[in-house]
């Protein structure tokens, strides 16, 4: 990372402390780093942050008081507070400024004209940005210093790496959907607002299916969030993870050794489940006996279909 410079726009920890921040930088790859790490990266001048700085061994904002960024509970993923955006850079033609790279409050990338950056602002919904009037209208100005050209167009940026956290595989008796739940992040922000919309795309699909057998209270579980600077939970199609493996995406599971297989059958006295698990190497750790329940049996039966599809996928 030596004589880079990047910016800051996530903070992760708790409303008492701040533990880690997200860092990206001009070709947009991002990167989490602890606070007492970007202290004494800072101090020993092995990277720049353009609006973080060292003084008296604190991090303290150069643009923007530090509690104007967004916080991510490093605990649960989820936003504290209001989630702000981050203008990265600005973009000018003929030297008059046309608009801005934002890493925006939702967690994606955008490149916005000035009047949208100028209606975001006016929201309150910039973290170091402020309204500034000149005579062909209104922008958005640093509230310290300035912000640096446009080096790369979001388009021309690299892919960077894209991680499917696998954390369960699912199915609806009755609804035609099978499906996964996962956490999905990768280290460029252009590639993950790009998956983004086509997540999201594929997560409306599968629990419209689902509310359609179990009724609206299925949305609650399903239905696809933030969990992080910029990563989603969700659950998607079968298909999704097909083109996650052919893409060469990294598949990991985090929670353990094992990954739940579940069959759910929704009916006017409640909710029944079937369940086994599969292990990292796509094997059965729990196989249903011959008295097993009709859904346990079920469950096997997917999870041995899920056995012939990706039985040589790795999952760290």
């Known amino acids: 990372m030596g004589n880079k410079t990047f910016t800051m726009i996530v903070r992760h920890g708790s409303k008492s402390a701040t533990t880690a921040y ?16 970007l202290i004494n990266d800072l101090a020993s001048k092995k990277y720049t942050v353009s609006n973080l700085d060292v003084q008296d061994g604190k991090l303290v904002g150069t643009n923007g008081a530090l509690s104007r960024y967004t916080l991510i509970d490093d605990a649960t993923g989820a936003v ?5 955006a981050v203008i990265l850079n600005r973009v000018e033609k ?29 929201k309150k919904l910039i973290s170091n940005g402020k309204l500034r009037h000149i005579d062909s209208g209104d922008i958005v100005s640093a509230i310290g210093g300035n912000y640096p050209l446009r080096e790369l167009k979001t388009s021309e940026a690299p892919k960077g790496t894209t991680t499917v ?3 369960y595989f699912g199915s609806i008796v009755s609804a ?91 009916g006017e006295d409640g909710t029944d489940e079937g369940t086994v698990k599969l292990n ?34 790795k999952i760290k």
């Open 22 to 37: 997200t860092l990206i930088s001009s070709d947009y790859q991002t990167i989490k780093v602890d606070a007492n790490t």
């Open 280 to 313: 990292k190497q796509f094997k059965i750790v729990n196989a249903v006996q011959d008295n097993g329940s009709a859904l346990d049996k079920k469950a096997q039966t997917y999870a041995k279909k899920l056995i012939e599809k990706f039985g040589n996928v």
């Open 176 to 266: 035609d959907v099978k499906y996964f739940g996962a956490i999905v992040s990768c280290t460029s922000a252009t590639e993950m607002s790009r998956l983004n919309s086509v997540l999201v795309d594929n997560n409306a699909k599968v629990v419209a299916k689902a509310v359609a057998v179990a009724g609206k209270d299925a949305r609650d579980g399903l239905a696809m969030q933030r969990t992080g600077a910029n990563s989603v939970f969700g659950v998607f199609s079968i298909s999704i993870l097909d083109k996650f493996i052919k893409s060469n995406a990294v598949l990991q599971n985090r929670l353990g050794n094992e990954i739940p297989v579940s069959v759910v059958k929704y």
């Open 94 to 122: 003929n030297n008059k400024l046309v608009g801005y790279t934002v890493f925006t409050h939702t967690g994606t990338l955008a490149e916005l004209n000035v009047a949208d950056a100028v209606a975001l602002c006016n």
């Open 80 to 84: 504290l507070g209001t989630s702000r």
């Open 165 to 167: 956290d696998l954390l």
